[in-house]
């Protein structure tokens, strides 16, 4: 039996003290630390979990432990229990600027959706066709918060900030050709960003975009 004191203090109170519960990040984790984290959360199915970052072999390991488990290979995220909580507050939008940034789109999508909201998924509206985010701003401009997610020049944040009211969460991802600097380029677009109301997000953190869309969308 996996001693989890070796390797792991869990945050079993963070959902009480914070309104969220703790997620795992898995990369850096062996396949038998998450199984220990996966065994130990078996006995609080009160608290929502998200395994994220997680290869295949770590997602093995969780649903060794806990069979039933969504994974979702895309987002490389895991959550336990596999059914979201009812949604609450106000909705949330995921955009995505191209299917290359897909990845971290859903792992937004998922974290927003399993911290307790509704959230719709936008996909391939970036800059290179500006019509394609127009035809969404009935969706964009009811959310009350909006995740964009682009790579490449990373301008779409400040394009969708510019056309509606809700607060805007920016994620550059680390998509595009040798001067992005994997994701660099972006991150430094979305920095500068003209429009106000624009938060930005390390580079490829859909879970950390998804949380604070939550939080901002999180009821009154």
Not at 22 to 39: L, R, Y
Not at 110 to 129: C, I, K, P, S
Not at 138 to 147: C, E, P, T
Request: aromatic residues 4%.
């Amino acid at each position: 039996m996996t001693d989890l004191s070796a390797f792991a203090d869990l945050d079993l109170d963070r959902a009480r003290r914070r309104g969220y519960p703790e997620a795992v990040f898995c990369a850096g984790k062996t396949e038998s630390q998450v199984a220990g984290i996966a065994a130990e959360m078996r006995t609080h199915p009160e608290v929502v979990t998200l395994f994220t970052r997680a290869t295949e072999a770590h997602a093995a390991a969780v649903r060794k432990e806990l069979p039933d488990a969504l994974h979702d290979e895309e987002a490389c995220l895991l959550a336990w229990p596999p059914t979201p909580p009812a949604p609450t507050g106000g909705p949330v939008a995921v955009v995505a600027a191209g299917t290359s940034d897909l990845p971290v789109a859903r792992e937004a999508l998922l974290t927003a959706r399993y911290l307790g909201r509704h959230a719709d998924l936008v996909v391939d509206v970036g800059v290179a066709g500006l019509h394609r985010i127009l035809g969404h701003l009935d969706l964009l401009r009811r959310a009350r918060a909006v995740v964009v997610v682009a790579g490449m020049d990373g301008a779409l944040p400040g394009v969708v900030a510019g056309l509606i009211s809700a607060p805007v969460v920016a994620v550059p991802t680390s998509v595009g050709y040798g001067a992005a600097f994997e994701g660099l380029a972006a991150l430094l677009t979305m920095l500068n960003a003209c429009a106000p109301g624009v938060a930005v997000v390390n580079i490829d953190n859909g879970y950390g975009a998804g949380h604070l869309a939550a939080q901002i969308a999180a009821p009154a």
